[in-house]
């Protein structure tokens, strides 16, 4: 079976004065259509790496990324913004959205850049807002919503263009527990209904609510498997971590 997202062997190296980093280091990962999948890590683990790679923000200095079986890992700029237009919806944590706009026309936004004609722009952001619950605030400007509010029309932005994969980047980090809670709970529920969700956290407790987890470390996948498996949690500098999570 041919799989949504296939990392095969890549590394990206960086060159830092005349230090060589490996943010990713030979790399292996897979992601079939319908998963809801967190990649987990500190800070310095490769998980911002592994997500720019996912969503196509960069480019793997060796080894392939294949996105709904096309190979994007040697993609020129203007070919890979295409591929992100078409196949990636972005969540980001500080929402994105622009204050002049309305909750609608930000929705819109993405589509508009895409060429999508008027009547179905409209038609799509309505139908993303009612997805998560704000079907009534669409003239509303973003400063008239709450913080999770605004988080919800950034998921309805990402599910506006049907993409194929929704890359979540730390979705709750500007929200409080209970708001961040809520997210999270639209994120499973887009995913009972049928969408491929990457959650990229540093947060054991938001990882856990995934299906599957994959954890790095110095570039590293040191687990990669059931989130509810007590291994999927271990923090690397645990005693005996890295005897637990070695896999």
Request: hydrophobic share 35%; with cysteine; proline share 4%.
């Amino acid at each position: 079976m041919e799989h949504l997202i296939e990392l095969k062997d890549v590394y990206k190296i960086y060159q830092m004065g005349e230090e060589t980093v490996h943010a990713l280091d030979g790399v292996d990962i897979t992601i079939d259509k319908g998963e809801f999948v967190a990649i987990v890590g500190s800070s310095g683990s490769g998980k911002s790496t592994a997500m720019n790679i996912i969503g196509c923000l960069d480019v793997p200095t060796s080894g392939s990324y294949h996105l709904g079986g096309v190979d994007v890992s040697t993609m020129d700029d203007d070919q890979q913004a295409d591929i992100r237009n078409k196949m990636l919806g972005f969540i980001f944590q500080q929402y994105n959205l622009i204050p002049k706009l309305t909750v609608q026309e930000n929705v819109e936004l993405p589509l508009l850049y895409a060429g999508v004609p008027t009547a179905e722009r409209r038609e799509r952001a309505l139908r993303s807002l009612k997805r998560v619950g704000l079907e009534g605030k669409n003239k509303n400007l973003p400063s008239q919503l709450s913080g999770g509010q605004q988080q919800r029309v950034s998921i309805a932005r990402a599910l506006a263009g049907d993409p194929s994969v929704i890359l979540a980047d730390e979705p709750t980090g500007a929200l409080d527990s209970r708001t961040g809670r809520e997210v999270l709970g639209f994120l499973k529920k887009l995913n009972r209904e049928g969408d491929t969700v990457v959650l990229i956290t540093h947060d054991n407790s938001i990882a856990v609510k995934a299906d599957r987890i994959i954890r790095l470390q110095d570039g590293r996948i040191i687990y990669d498997g059931d989130a509810q498996d007590p291994r999927a949690v271990v923090q690397p500098h645990d005693e005996g971590a890295e005897e637990e999570v070695e896999v």
